[in-house]
Nanobody
Framework: QVQVVESGGGLVKPGGSLRLSCAAS????????MSWYRQAPGKERELVASLSSVGGSTNYADSVKGRFTISRDNVNNTVYLQMNSLKPEDTAVYYC????????????WGQGTQVTVSS
């Protein structure tokens, strides 16, 4: 089954850290661009960070540069989002996305994990 499953969300105080994980299955993970998006209440879904399949190039939203780091483990088919110095405005549902070709083109979304930053 082609899927990605997020985990690691929760409640954290401002200034704290969380690490999100996204476990992939059913496709050739190393060939896919992996990304994290987020959607806050009343707002559109936005790209947080992405990581290429080859070369390891990254792209970050300006709002998270210097605080968040995306990484991938091509052995365990997992992508991570390390989030440091969290702010209340980082509160959102975070979604993992996989985009690429494995027999056909796939654009795969997870179910999301809630991150709440509050004192």
């Amino acid at each position: 089954q082609v899927q990605v499953v997020e985990s690691g969300g929760g409640l954290v105080k401002p200034g704290g850290s969380l690490r999100l994980s996204c476990a992939a299955s059913g496709f050739t993970f190393r060939l896919f661009v992996m990304s994290w998006y987020r959607q806050a209440p009343g707002k559109e879904r936005e790209l947080v960070a992405s990581l290429s399949s080859v070369g390891g190039s990254t792209n970050y939203a300006d709002s998270v540069k210097g605080r968040f780091t995306i990484s991938r483990d091509n052995v365990n088919n997992t992508v991570y989002l390390q989030m440091n110095s969290l702010k209340p405005e980082d509160t959102a549902v975070y979604y993992c996305n996989a985009l690429g070709y494995s027999g056909k083109t796939y654009n795969i979304w997870g179910q999301g994990t809630q991150v709440t930053v509050s004192s």
